[in-house]
Nanobody, 115 residues
Framework: QVQFVESGGGLVHPGGSLRLSCEAS????????MGWYRQPPGKQRELIAG???????NYLSSVEGRFTISRDNAKNTLSLQMDKLNSEDTAVYYC?????????WGQGTQVTVSS
């Protein structure tokens, strides 16, 4: 079963940028759609961005225009470029297939946006 390891989180000021990375333990080529999810403090985890095997992308409205998802099937990686961050983006960020498979959740990476 593929496992994911997320990295790249941290503390950033409002308006700043971060780039998150997700490494898969095996090939993601067979996974039709990969996604980034996040879980803000005290809230449920939500899907914020998805990308198909052929590169078609979809975003949650609150991040569209600020976040960019990408995948590298050859390197088995998924990335999320996050720009113009605000306090509402504070959350633990995860990658997984879409729909998500419970067994594939990693530890996530914490993103905190604060002045």
């Amino acid at each position: 079963q593929v496992q994911f390891v997320e990295s790249g989180g941290g503390l950033v000021h409002p308006g700043g940028s971060l780039r998150l990375s997700c490494e898969a333990s095996e090939s993601i080529f067979s996974i039709d759609t990969m996604g980034w999810y996040r879980q803000p403090p005290g809230k449920q985890r939500e899907l914020i961005a998805g990308i198909s095997r052929l590169g078609s992308k979809n975003y949650l409205s609150s991040v569209e225009g600020r976040f960019t998802i990408s995948r590298d099937n050859a390197k088995n990686t998924l990335s999320l470029q996050m720009d113009k961050l605000n306090s509402e983006d504070t959350a633990v960020y995860y990658c997984n297939s879409v729909p998500a498979r419970a067994i594939q959740w990693g530890q996530g990476t914490q993103v905190t946006v604060s002045s």
